[in-house]
């Protein structure tokens, strides 16, 4: 099995002379009664939809730097060349705006030098990144044109339904825009683990690598998804393909269009954990479901409002919580500035709280790059902030220093050092502050003892000066 991150766009209109309207109630869903309804057409919906999606062509200047070829000698001999190279992408993409805002995957468009996209009349223009959001693997474009673009029409990813019909539209193995079709096969997949954010519309329309950031569309051509992965043996469509459903595409195109280059979320301010089948027995529930409360942080929306450690979150407003993944995209979706109502079980009794929308303080950052020839040379370190926590997934509790980006190339990332790597103690010194591990660095040693956190689980290694 492999989670290959590749999208495929779907794009289709709403069905020409055909009752199956728009997703809502069981009602207005009606299976097809004879041959003849068989035979429409889906063209309609693609002709509307068609000129909204595009190609996105993204490249890179990467560094193919080998160290024989500081060897003169080698050279002598071998010749070749290690300068620097280009590296190529290709994705899709949608127009969610007049004036040339388009939505992709993130991963697309990463590291990318230069982004281009093309149109579905073959025209060609430059675009440029206004916000790349890593967490919900969803990037904002902005066309590098000043006229007027077919823009598609949002839908509402939670008016979906298991077996509705969608159509996919982007552009597989760059053969150029196709179409295809299927049927929404689950609304709220959490355990693929692709994005921070894990719920996933899942559909059987065929995905295919190059697809990635293209279009999910409902039968009356609104977009409900981004298509994002597949689940596949072989790299290609096997009939299990995830998209990030259109309520969370939202969020980040607000953003854009508020001129944020990041995107600002609620910030609840507590540990989540899944509810085993041993502790749903231990609350006397049915079944193992919600999301259960395992510690909350001092002065966050979570203690203000009032919940408490053993609380086990149910519902965000109407919405029901299956698991703290389905109460993070429900959370995350939320808009800033207002309140939510979080239902949970509190000693065997449904109860209610109001939790206020805020974004997470990012205070005090302390960011700083380590210049100093040490194991940590070329890392980019910040003091944990709760914003900061957020971002990398790790306890809302955790204090300290922590690695948030490295160098290509850099002694740090030869040694093993990753992103979200937390630095305890280099030798002897504890790590509390970002200006600790400068100054720790700066002494020069024969022997570096470190101790760092990665994934919850403390390690200490030592490395020759």
Do not use: C
């Amino acid at each position: 099995m492999s989670l290959a991150p590749r999208a495929l766009a779907l794009a289709f209109l709403p069905l020409v002379a055909v009752s199956l309207v728009s997703p809502g109630s069981a009602e207005d869903r009606v299976v097809p009664a004879s041959p003849a309804q068989l035979t429409l057409s889906y063209a309609p919906v693609v002709k509307r939809v068609a000129p909204s999606v595009v190609n996105v062509y993204a490249a890179k200047t990467v560094s193919n730097r080998n160290p024989l070829f500081e060897d003169p000698l080698f050279r002598r001999f071998f010749g070749g060349s290690d300068g620097p190279q280009v590296q190529r992408s290709l994705g899709s993409g949608v127009i969610v705006d007049p004036s040339g805002l388009v939505v992709t995957n993130h991963h697309v468009i990463e590291g990318a030098d230069e982004v281009k996209v093309s149109l579905a009349d073959k025209r060609e223009i430059a675009a440029e990144v206004v916000l790349r959001d890593a967490r919900s693997d969803l990037a904002v474009l902005r066309l590098k044109d000043s006229e007027r673009f077919p823009s598609i029409e949002l839908g509402d990813s939670d008016a979906l339904q298991v077996g509705d019909v969608v159509l996919a539209l982007g552009n597989p193995f760059a053969v150029g825009q196709t179409v295809t079709h299927g049927i929404v096969s689950a609304v709220a997949r959490t355990q693929v683990g692709i994005t921070d954010y894990q719920f996933f519309i899942q559909t059987d329309a065929a995905i295919n690598p190059g697809n990635s950031g293209g279009a999910l569309v409902d039968l009356n051509g609104r977009l409900v998804g981004i298509n994002t992965a597949i689940y596949s043996r072989s790299g290609g469509s096997q009939g299990i393909g995830f998209a990030i459903p259109v309520n969370m595409v939202r969020v980040v195109i607000a953003s854009a269009k508020g001129g944020g280059s990041v995107v600002r979320r609620p910030w609840l301010g507590a540990k989540l954990q899944a509810v085993t089948p041993e502790i749903a027995d231990s609350l006397g529930l049915k079944r193992p479901a919600g999301a259960l409360v395992a510690s909350i942080i001092n002065g966050s929306p979570a203690a203000r409002a009032g919940l408490r450690t053993g609380d086990l979150i149910t519902a965000v407003d109407t919405q029901p919580v299956e698991d703290p993944n389905a109460f993070d995209y429900r959370f995350a979706t939320k808009p800033l500035g207002g309140q939510t109502q979080i239902a949970v079980l509190r000693g065997g009794r449904e109860t209610k709280v109001t939790i206020a929308l805020q974004s997470a303080p990012d205070a005090p950052r302390e960011e700083l790059v380590i210049q100093s020839r040490s194991p940590f040379l070329g890392a980019k370190v910040a003091k944990v902030s709760p914003a900061l926590a957020e971002e990398l997934k790790l306890d809302p509790a955790t204090d300290g220093v922590v690695i948030v980006e490295i160098a290509d190339g850099s002694i740090a990332q030869s040694l093993g050092f990753q992103r979200g790597d937390i630095v305890l103690n280099v030798n002897g010194t504890n790590i509390l502050h970002t200006s600790d591990l400068e100054r720790a660095t700066k002494t020069q040693s024969p022997l570096w003892r470190i101790s760092v956190s990665r994934n919850g689980q403390e390690m200490s290694v030592v490395f020759g000066g």
